[in-house]
């Protein structure tokens, strides 16, 4: 099973400020087969990103994902009011079971 | 639009049972992959089960596995979680989600509570 850890567990940013968020792989993630979701209080879970660098339908340009291996990351170059949520990255592909990384809040500093 | 409506939740007793169904809408159900997840109060999100178009490959998590049941009724456009020998550890909101590809979710539904409490 993969463990992923995400980093940092909050970060406290400004509206209009860029984001930077780290998720880790315990072992190589197979295809760079790993998503991106956001969620907000009471909500479901939103799909930002796949296949590392994808944006799924509907997701501005400001979110986009990179990495391979091990290592990646989820940038939002500039925060806008409703980016502010928490953010897990989640291995996907064809070995199961699929596992979710703790999440990252994102807050208004 | 793509739409998802979780139900079947609710308060049950350790050791017993419910069924979760979501009911599917917008897309041609009988062409995708299904999960479900879970996600414990306060808690991060879990993954629990999975099943291909055609109902007849599924898996589970190590944590559910022997208890949880997943399962589809395509000419009802319907997903099926039953789950079985429930323990307070289980106690989450379970969200059915549409797979777009390998594992990635695009479309949720808005989870329905199960809560195993004596």
């Known amino acids: 099973e993969i463990v992923l850890t995400q980093s940092p567990g909050t970060l406290s940013l400004s509206p209009g400020e860029r984001a930077t968020l780290s998720c880790r792989a315990s072992q190589s993630v197979s295809g760079s087969y790993l998503a991106w979701y956001q969620q907000k209080p009471g909500q479901a879970p939103r799909l930002l990103i796949y296949?590392?660098?994808s944006r799924a339908t509907g997701i501005p340009d400001r979110f986009s994902g990179s990495g391979s291996g091990t290592d990646f990351t989820l940038t939002v170059s500039r925060l806008e009011p409703e980016d502010f949520a928490v953010y897990y990255c989640q291995h996907c592909g064809n070995s199961r079971p699929y596992t979710f990384g703790q999440g990252t809040r994102l807050e208004i500093k | 639009e793509v739409r998802l409506v979780e139900s079947g939740g609710g308060l049950v007793q350790p050791g017993g049972s419910l069924r979760l169904s979501c009911a599917a809408s917008g897309f041609t159900f009988s062409t995708y992959w299904m999960q479900w997840f879970r996600q414990a109060p306060g808690k991060g999100l879990v993954w629990v089960s999975i099943i291909n178009p055609e109902g007849t490959l599924m898996e589970y998590a190590d944590s559910v596995k022997g208890r949880f049941t997943i399962s589809r009724d395509n000419a009802q456009r319907t997903l099926f979680l039953q789950v079985n020998s429930l323990r307070p550890e289980d106690t989450a909101v379970y969200y059915c989600?549409?797979?777009?590809?390998?594992?990635?979710?695009?479309?949720w539904g808005q989870g329905t509570l199960v809560t195993v409490s004596s």
């Open positions: 296949d590392t660098s």
């Open positions: 989600a549409k797979d777009l590809v390998r594992g990635a979710s695009d479309s």
